[in-house]
């Protein structure tokens, strides 16, 4: 733990052994920082986060002497590794007492809206574990710096719902079929992959992190609002790496070959016809493996987002999430993947040619 950064000091009370303070807020010059350090849990967001991190943020909205906040993390291990499942599984969908089941999410979907509207610029660190609700709250950043540790992913499908936060918002500007790569079967991305493909505005060396901050804090005493970001983007170019060959890269050809279809039944017939290969066997393998009903979501999803502002594409992905919610998707997906750890979660449909179609449809109409 860091009790130093910057050279600025951060006190953080404990309560024996328990940290107690997930969000620490620090104001350095004019810039305003939301450390998340949650480190046992690789910074999961719980309500009380969520809810800590709106508060920050709109004091700090209506403050003169505040020209920009930074989302960062005391943890090398982590950004934020999406919402805390174990948290919602005991508090809200296996509360009895609990009247509101989506409250958490509700709650949090409303704060990343709130984030996309921000009047202030915010610049967002990533580094580490990149996941869920991480990416939903920093995604809509004005400026995403990116290290060589980033492990991002939306691996939804597999514990019952599907990508949400309004990420598909981003995941439909992918091509076809990495698009339904990324949605479907939550692979990770890489730093090279999310500069590449515009998620990211720099990768760089983490030894350079603290290097550009300390020009973002002097930048900040000088500049605010678009200027501050352009003068950011100048400082960051002398650090941006080239980009690596990616995972992505390497089966780029195969990825294209097996995902580049118009229906999710072509996509598994494809992979059906090609298990000698071991990259179609595994993911044939993962996809037999997630809930074939959000599998079916997902993969109509990705051409309705792209024709829906990211707004919209949070309030669908609320509506998806309390359906999941009512026929016990996510219960199943987190109680096997994350509360029992069998990983053999007995899902509404075992079979895609279960799922009905019109179901699906239906979920997803959007009023506009």
């Known amino acids: 733990m860091r009790f130093l950064f910057f050279g600025y000091k951060i006190f953080i009370r404990k309560d024996g052994d328990e940290m107690t303070d997930f969000v620490i807020p620090k104001v350095i010059k004019k810039l305003g920082v939301i450390y998340l350090n949650n480190p046992r849990k690789l910074n999961a967001l719980n309500f009380e986060m969520i809810k800590e991190i709106r508060e920050i943020l709109e004091k700090w909205e209506d403050d003169g002497n505040i020209r920009a906040v930074l989302f960062d993390s005391l943890t090398d291990k982590a950004f934020c590794s999406g919402g805390d499942l174990k948290d919602l599984y005991k508090n809200y969908i296996k509360n009895d007492f609990c009247q509101r089941k989506n409250e958490f999410f509700a709650t949090e979907f409303e704060l990343d809206k709130y984030i996309a509207s921000y009047k202030k610029p915010i610049i967002s660190h990533w580094k580490g574990i990149v996941m869920g609700g991480g990416i939903g709250l920093s995604i809509n950043s004005d400026y995403i710096i990116s290290e060589e540790s980033v492990n991002w992913a939306m ?31 939550g692979r990770s991305l890489e730093a090279s992959d999310l500069v590449k493909y515009n998620f990211s505005h720099v990768y760089i060396d983490s030894k ?32 941006n790496l080239p980009v690596k060959e990616t995972f992505v890269d390497k089966n780029y050809d195969k990825i294209e070959k097996y995902f580049n279809k118009d229906s999710l039944e072509e996509i598994y017939k494809s992979l059906e016809e090609n298990l000698e290969d071991e990259f179609a066997r595994e993911i044939y393998d993962d996809l037999k493996a997630r809930s074939q009903f959000m599998l079916q979501v997902q993969f109509k999803k990705y051409f309705l987002c792209k024709n829906l502002t990211y707004h919209e594409t949070v309030d669908l992905d609320l509506k998806v999430l309390n359906y999941a919610l009512e026929i016990g998707e996510m219960e199943k997906g987190i109680k096997s993947k ?26 997803l109409e959007v009023e506009k």
């Open 338 to 363: 994350v509360i029992d750890k069998d990983y053999q979660p007995k899902w509404r449909e075992m079979s895609l040619e279960d799922v009905e179609i019109e179901e699906v449809k239906k979920l």
């Open 208 to 239: 350079d992190y603290e290097k550009l901050i300390e020009k973002l804090i002097d930048l900040s005493e000088i500049y605010e609002g678009e200027e501050l970001i352009e003068k950011l983007k100048i400082e960051g170019e002398k650090y």
């Open 155 to 185: 691996p939804e499908t597999g514990l019952g719902f599907v990508p949400d936060v309004g990420v598909c918002n981003y995941i439909s500007s992918l091509p076809k079929a990495l698009g339904h790569f990324v949605g479907l079967i």
